[in-house]
């Protein structure tokens, strides 16, 4: 099974050599399931390539013959009949080596698409149902590196550099055994040229490897630094963080730049290696073609046809060369894509789920240990029993695993040991679909997805009638702003609710979280981003909100918590005080003390 940690080791380029063959395995697993789908379609790409490949190979041949045989026949005899025919044959090899090309293009590119499609289509998918560690761990930057330039990458290599490798691969083969059916000691200098060829391939294949390894790291901590700059804008500006951002982007740039560079000077060393081969064996074969010639052992026409089957043997292998550049940077981006695809859920669906239509929100931490990771304790043998319909509210110093708890009774963590149960049933049995009906969780950043006012609100129940909605709105003390926006409640709410302040978004989530109508109703510190009138106008309707059913409220500000029927004082993943707030007041524990330093904070 896969884990967070081993994803983010996905990022070095230091790899063992088992570390590699595992990576290529992966990938190549991957690979042949987007391609197994496309079967016929890609036999019917195979026998295009070969015909058109087979097709193009005869034209040195042709022109070899018809200096041969053609030629002499029309100025010895005044024969055209030879030329015509061999004319001919010549013009059909181009002619339908031509249409051959163009129909392996499309089919090459509806090939292409596909795998794409469903690449981009499982990546997207899978990254939703991973649960929350992983993308607490993994940072959206790189899951955007993923879904664009990795998947880029990878349709630059299926679009021309695979059309590159075949053509390559198959015509080198294919003239190879042309040359030696015209010429077979011709034949025999590209066999001898073939030992430095290899070593040369070799070579630029292993270094590219480690180049573009490195270059696909780089280039995703630049899309990383990136978008984490924008996303944090405001931040940054609040605390002028421009001259030091714009010095590790300059580094992360410089670093792109030269991994860029090396990989240009390897197929600057590569590409005159190729060609001095190339030089060094056609001048062989016309030096020893030339003196056969004069022995009268060999014909000016053959030793034609042999000098182009040479160069053309050559020719191809520096598209192979690009391939290789293509190959390189789209296995690496393959490798990141294949180890998010391979990453598990840490919080998978249960195998036999149980289904609890009808929650009533009794709520139990029955030997609760959790830890995130490998990292301490939280919650060392945590219990804790909530009755259904109980407001209760959590107070204790910030690492105290108030949080933690709300993670956990949402099941966005499962415990390390113990068990979490909702009207008896463990959380990790229960249904997915009965489980995010039965508990839903409104956080302080209240997000707000593109779209209207409207449709956000409905986001827990997308089949809610605009009555509905709006009864939503009203109940919660929305319903007045949203109806002062220009366009009310179909007003879009454009980028991340920049249209609406941090207030108004909160209130939307309580609408969003009211329509929805858990069971249990998790608030943490969903109050935070309201101002002191905003927070009075709401309270009644959090009474609205809370009522008749199981609520959980960790709030920093007192005077949330005063709604609660019950408070639980936490630190260091334990329950010091449980008690309703009067009597927490009334005695002289923490929450008074608390209590005791929020009403002089208010004088």
């Known amino acids: 099974m896969s884990t967070v940690q081993g ?12 570390e590699n063959r595992a990576i290529r395995r992966r990938s190549l697993r991957l690979l042949v399931s987007l391609l197994a789908p496309l079967k016929r379609q890609v036999t019917l790409v195979a026998i295009v390539v070969v015909a058109q490949t087979a097709v ?19 100025t010895q005899r005044a024969d055209w009949g030879p030329a015509w025919l061999v004319g001919g044959a010549y013009v059909v090899t181009a002619v339908g080596g031509a249409a051959l090309l163009a129909w392996y293009d499309v089919l090459a590119a509806r090939v292409t698409q596909n795998v794409l499609l469903d690449l981009r289509t499982r990546v997207f998918r899978h990254t939703q ?50 040359l030696v059916i015209v010429d077979w000691q011709s034949g025999l200098v590209l066999v001898v040229a073939a030992v430095p060829l290899a070593l040369l391939m070799r070579w630029f294949y ?18 990383v630094k990136f978008v984490e700059t924008m996303t944090g804008i405001r931040a940054g500006k609040a605390f002028r963080t421009e001259p030091r951002n714009d010095t590790e982007f300059s580094g992360l740039s410089m670093e792109y730049r030269d991994v860029n560079m090396r990989s240009i000077r390897l197929f600057g060393t590569f590409e005159p290696g190729l060609m001095a081969i190339s030089a060094f064996s056609i001048g062989l074969v016309v030096l020893w073609g030339g003196m056969r010639i004069t022995w009268g ?3 000016i026409g053959f030793l034609l046809s042999a000098v182009l089957y040479v160069r053309n043997f050559f020719t191809p292998l520096q598209e192979v060369a690009m391939f290789l550049n293509s190959f390189q940077a789209a296995a690496a981006a393959l490798e990141k894509v294949s180890g998010v695809l391979e990453e598990e859920p840490t919080v998978p669906d249960p195998a036999r789920p149980v289904v609890l239509s009808g929650a009533r929100g009794h709520v139990r931490f029955d030997e609760v240990t959790f830890a995130y990771g490998t990292g301490r304790t939280i919650l060392p043998e945590f219990t804790l029993d909530i009755p259904a319909g109980q407001t209760v509210a959590l107070v204790g110093t910030t690492g105290a695993g108030k949080s933690t708890l709300a993670k956990l009774v949402s099941r966005f963590y499962d415990p390390s040991e113990g068990a979490v149960t909702l009207d008896g049933v463990d959380l990790r049995e229960l249904h997915p679909r009965d489980l995010r009906r039965a508990i839903v969780m409104v956080t302080q950043e209240a997000y707000l997805f593109s779209g209207t006012v409207a449709d956000n609100i409905a986001l827990g129940r997308p089949d809610a009638t605009f009555d509905e909605i709006v009864a939503a709105a009203v109940a919660v003390g929305a319903d ?14 454009n980028k991340r609710g920049g249209r609406v302040s941090a207030g108004q978004r909160q209130l939307i989530s309580f609408a969003r979280a009211f329509l929805a109508d858990p069971a249990v109703l998790i608030l943490d510190e969903a109050t935070a981003s309201l101002d002191i009138p905003s927070e009075r106008m709401i309270q009644d309707a959090l009474q609205t909100l809370l009522a008749d059913r199981t609520a959980i409220i960790i709030a920093h500000r007192l005077s949330t918590v005063a709604i609660a029927d019950r408070v639980l004082v936490m630190e260091h993943g334990r329950v010091i005080e449980d008690g309703t707030p009067d009597a927490l007041i009334a005695g002289t524990g923490k929450f008074a003390q608390l209590h005791a330093a929020w009403r002089e904070s208010l004088v």
């Open 7 to 18: 994803t983010a080791g996905e990022d070095r380029s230091d790899y063992t050599r088992d």
């Open 206 to 223: 292993r270094a590219s490897q480690r180049t573009y390894r490195v270059s696909r790291v780089i280039s995703a901590k630049v899309i």
């Open 480 to 493: 007045p702003f949203i109806r002062s926006l220009p366009d009310g409640y179909h007003s879009d709410v």
């Open 129 to 178: 149902i991973l649960s929350l560690e992983f993308h607490e761990t993994y940072t959206s930057g790189r899951i955007i590196s993923r879904q664009t330039s990795d998947l880029d990458t990878i349709r630059e290599l299926l679009n021309g550099g695979l059309n590159q490798l075949v053509h390559g691969a198959l015509y080198g083969v294919f003239t190879f055994i042309a």
């Open 56 to 74: 193009r190979v005869l034209g040195p041949a042709l022109l070899g013959l018809g200096l041969n045989t053609a030629l002499p026949a029309v």
């Open 297 to 299: 052992e060999f014909s």
